[in-house]
């Protein structure tokens, strides 16, 4: 699977931001799809994920409530919403895909990553 990330951007504090991830190559519906993020000096973590059909998503903590994940398998495209962005919400974003479904893929290695794409939230 190919995965390209768009929609990154600079915005203010408070404000929103969507993320757009297009997958090409494989059959899109195979793959559960999940979004993580890298801020400078920082470990890579996860933020969200989502099953295959859309019918389960998984947040991290510092992310519930203000990001939503999607996805359109009409499009072949996952999408991460971001509001009430805050400055420490600043990170190379990249979508990625899995063959198995998890709530919650922190520190495991999925079988696919994309491209990132840079949201940089100011003060």
């Known amino acids: 699977v190919q995965l390209q990330a768009s929609g990154g951007g600079l915005v203010q504090a408070g404000g929103s931001l969507r993320l757009s991830c297009a997958a090409s190559?494989?059959?899109?519906?195979?793959?559960?799809m999940a979004w993580f993020r890298q801020a400078p000096g920082k470990e890579r973590e996860f933020v969200a994920a989502?099953?295959?059909?859309?019918?389960?998503?998984g947040y991290a903590d510092s992310v519930k409530g203000r990001f939503t994940i999607s996805r359109d398998n009409a499009k072949n495209t996952v999408y991460l919403q971001m509001s009430s962005l805050k400055p420490e919400d600043t990170a190379v974003y990249y979508c990625?895909?899995?063959?198995?479904?998890?709530?919650?893929?922190?520190?495991?290695?999925?079988?696919?990553w994309g491209t990132g794409t840079l949201v940089t939230v100011s003060s």
């Open positions: 990625a895909a899995d063959l198995y479904w998890r709530e919650d893929y922190g520190g495991y290695e999925m079988d696919y």
């Open positions: 190559g494989r059959t899109f519906t195979n793959y559960a």
């Open positions: 989502i099953s295959w059909r859309g019918g389960s998503t």
